[in-house]
């Protein structure tokens, strides 16, 4: 048969029309093209059951609580989309950003450096952070998550090194290094000045990985690597940009941090890491790189944030929002996992 057909695999052709041509497979396609869809159908439904449950969820205080609390994460998170869509991750974003943040509260307070300085040499601490990383992948040739568990611990020792364990209060720096935490009023609406530096950040790596030839390499290194080499892209160029613009954000998110809890303490942030993937995860960007965009990653965030605090006003202990959290990667895996198989 295939002889006189010219070795035309017309079975699988067949297959491949009916597939395309079912329900199911068209909203797979959607789901494919436009990888926000789900996380925003599940940030709506979750919003609406929640008020329904308790009243109270909806009320602007609350609501205006979640999005402060996401502001941290959500800083992270695009960090680690960053690094995602390449088809690696990073298991030390929320300790280099604990780093950093102990280093510029404590240059400020201790060494008296002017806040301004202080966050500058934050952000030299989160890039070269991103160099380490970026360096030990690209020239090493070494897995990034076995990297980043390293850098991981590497980091937690350092900023218990650095801080001897010290907390640094609000009071003990200058104003401009706890700015972020100032409120600001938006009709009964009060969100924090990190949440805005938080929409900038993510306004901003949306264009640029939307609008230019950088951004499609990114997406391009992730969905195959030796396909991009084969294209003339340099995979160790975009890589290394890739940890570095992520130590970037991340030094950012110091900031934010310390304008959220007022404070610079060597022990917050415990869960950063996994809170910044798990919002990934959610938000659509595929584990496998090459698929997502930032907007899944913000609505990700702001699904964590929405649960705990619904399952919390329903009276749940904090053990089933984790359980509720672990529930929602799984799922959001195995979609992605099935999204993955679509035709191309």
């Not at 998110?253 to 917050?268: D, E, F, K, L």
Request: no cysteine; hydrophobic share 55%.
């Amino acid at each position: 048969m295939s002889a006189l057909t010219g070795n035309v695999p017309t079975h699988d052709l067949a297959e491949e029309f009916l597939d395309r041509s079912t329900p199911l497979s068209r909203l797979r396609n959607i789901l494919h093209r436009y990888p926000a869809i789900s996380p925003a159908v599940v940030l709506v439904i979750a919003i609406i059951v929640f008020g329904l449950i308790n009243p109270r969820f909806l009320y602007p205080a609350n609501l205006s609580l979640i999005t402060q609390q996401v502001a941290v994460v959500g800083t992270l998170a695009l960090a680690q989309t960053l690094i995602i869509l390449t088809a690696g991750i990073d298991l030390s974003v929320g300790a280099a950003m604990i780093f950093s943040s102990m280093v510029v509260a404590q240059t400020a307070s201790v060494n008296g450096v002017p806040g301004e300085f202080a966050l500058i040499i934050g952000l030299f601490v989160g890039l070269a952070a991103g160099a380490l990383n970026g360096f030990l992948v690209t020239r090493l040739r070494l897995p990034p998550f076995i990297v980043t568990l390293g850098t991981l611990n590497i980091f937690i020792a350092l900023t218990l090194l650095y801080s001897n364990g010290a907390t640094v209060r609000g009071a003990e720096m200058p104003s401009i290094l706890t700015a972020t935490g100032l409120p600001i009023s938006i009709g009964d609406v009060r969100i924090t000045v990190g949440v805005l530096v938080m929409l900038v950040l993510y306004i901003v790596v949306a264009f640029i990985l939307g609008r230019t030839a950088w951004g499609r390499h990114v997406y391009a290194v992730g969905d195959d690597k030796e396909a991009a080499r084969l294209a003339g892209i340099s995979v160790n160029k975009v890589l290394m940009s890739v940890y570095l613009a992520a130590g970037a954000i991340l030094a950012i998110g110091a900031w934010v941090q310390i304008g959220r809890t007022n404070a610079a303490s060597p022990n917050a942030g415990i869960d950063l890491n996994l809170d910044s993937i798990t919002a990934v995860v959610i938000g659509g960007t595929s584990l496998f790189g090459g698929r997502g965009v930032v907007w899944g990653t913000l609505l990700g965030a702001l699904i964590v944030g929405v649960f705990r605090s619904g399952l919390s006003l329903a009276g749940l202990d904090v053990l089933y929002q984790t359980l509720a959290v672990g529930v929602l990667i799984i799922v959001a895996v195995s979609v992605d996992q099935w999204i993955r198989k679509v035709r191309k």
